[in-house]
Every structure is written in structure tokens, then in C-alpha cells.
């Protein structure tokens, strides 16, 4: 089945530092979606990409679709403490029955203050 | 609006007891969906219900696996008999529209345990 790569796994960075993580696939999306959880709650959705090359940007966070539909990055700027929680990046085909996301392992981001 | 529901939070079992787990979709939402993230691992999708029929069942693990949703409202997860494996935080979301670009509402999750 379709696997994405996602890293790093974990980033222990100071707060202020900017944060790059990405995600590749061995086969194409439709859709790339950035999520966050942060403890004991659900994932919620902070970026989606629907054109192969598109570039997003929401608040500090920026991420890019690439032209391939086979990989994609998130970057954090000039990170704050409660930029602290898993990533998990999403790729998504839709169309007919479909619509299941299938995910990245995540990256588990820790910020000292 | 009420969010997606998870009940319970949490759940500890022994191996080969009996679990089901609840998720009350957002009102309206014809589209539920479980998925399962096991310790250090990718979130998994499991299911997919539109209303009370089951759209795609590909990722249930197994047979021990049953999932309901009787009336199209809120659906039931029910592990039997549960195994260690089966550890991991069991997530519910739902959307108004089959195959919604990204517009999954996800709940809080339900941690599961198997000791």
C-alpha cells in the first residue's frame, strides 16, 4: 500500500529557531495536509496543498506541494513554546468511494523556551 | 457546534477481555471514519461509514474488529478478544461529504490498552 516518509522523527529546538520537516511518497496525491496534535487531543489541520507545486503560508507556518505530487515540506518560523506536538503530514486521493488519508509516522517537535 | 466525540478517553484491559469504543460524529455528518495510531507509528485509517452502511472496511486488522453504526448517528468500535497488540490511540472523524479534500474533523481519541 501507499507509505510516506516522514522526518526527522524529533527536533528539540530553541525557541525563536526556525523548523523545516517534509514528507515523501513512493506514489502520487491528490491532496498533502499538515496536521497537528497536541496531547490528549486529535489531530487538526493546519495546511492543504491541492496543486503540484503550490506554495501555502498560515500565520508562521509555510508549506510547499511538490511538483512531483510525491512529496512536501512544512516550515516553522521563528518557533514559540506552544509550537510543541506531533506533525503529521497526509496524503490524500479523492474522487468516487475514496477519501481515507494515509499518514506519516510524525515528527514530535519539543521547543525550549 | 459540538465537535466529534470519543468515549472513553481512555481504557485499560486485560488480553482477551472485551472493549468497545464510542464516537458521536458531528450532527449532520454522514461520513465517520476510524483510524488507529499504534505507539511511534503512522496513523492508520481502519474504516469508513457513510451514514450506517459501510463505504470501506480495507484497514480493520481482522475479525476481532467489529464496527457498527446503527441509524447513521454515532458508532460503536468493539475489540473482541482484545490482544496486546491492539495497544494504541483509536481516532474517529467525520465530514459532511464523501471524499471532503482535507475536511475530516478529527476527535480526541481513545487510548487504548492492553496489558
Known amino acids: 500500500g501507499q507509505q510516506l516518509n516522514q522526518s526527522p522523527q524529533s527536533m528539540f529546538i530553541q525557541e525563536g529557531e526556525d523548523v523545516s520537516m517534509n514528507c515523501t511518497s513512493s506514489?502520487?496525491?491528490?491532496?498533502w495536509l499538515w496536521y497537528k496534535q497536541e496531547p490528549g487531543e486529535g489531530p487538526v489541520l493546519l495546511i492543504a496543498?491541492?496543486?503540484?507545486?503550490e506554495l501555502t503560508s498560515n500565520g508562521r507556518l509555510t508549506a510547499q506541494f511538490g511538483i512531483t505530487r510525491k512529496d512536501s515540506f512544512l516550515n516553522i518560523s521563528a518557533s514559540i513554546p506552544s509550537d510543541v506536538g506531533i506533525y503529521f503530514c497526509?496524503?490524500?486521493?479523492?474522487?468516487?468511494?475514496?477519501?481515507?488519508?494515509?499518514f506519516g509516522k510524525g515528527t514530535k517537535l519539543s521547543v525550549k523556551p | 457546534e459540538a465537535g466529534v466525540t470519543q468515549f472513553p478517553s481512555h481504557s485499560v484491559i486485560e488480553k482477551g477481555q472485551t472493549v468497545t469504543l464510542r464516537c458521536d460524529p458531528i450532527?449532520?455528518?454522514?461520513?465517520l471514519y476510524w483510524y488507529r495510531r499504534v505507539m511511534g507509528k503512522e496513523i492508520k485509517f481502519l474504516l469508513h461509514?457513510?451514514?450506517?452502511?459501510?463505504?470501506?472496511e480495507s484497514g480493520m486488522p481482522n475479525n476481532r474488529f467489529l464496527a457498527e453504526r446503527t441509524g447513521g448517528t454515532y458508532s460503536t468500535l468493539k475489540v473482541q478478544p482484545a490482544e496486546l497488540e491492539d495497544s494504541g490511540v483509536y481516532f474517529c472523524?467525520?465530514?459532511?461529504?464523501?471524499?471532503?479534500?482535507?475536511?475530516?474533523?478529527f476527535g480526541s481519541g481513545t487510548r487504548l490498552t492492553v496489558v
Open positions: 472523524a467525520s465530514s459532511s461529504r464523501t471524499g471532503t479534500i482535507g475536511g475530516y474533523t
Open positions: 506514489s502520487i496525491f491528490n491532496t
Open positions: 496543498l491541492y496543486k503540484a507545486g
Open positions: 497526509a496524503g490524500q486521493n479523492y474522487g468516487g468511494s475514496q477519501g481515507n488519508l494515509i
Open positions: 450532527s449532520g455528518h454522514d461520513n
Open positions: 461509514f457513510v451514514k450506517e452502511s459501510k463505504q470501506d
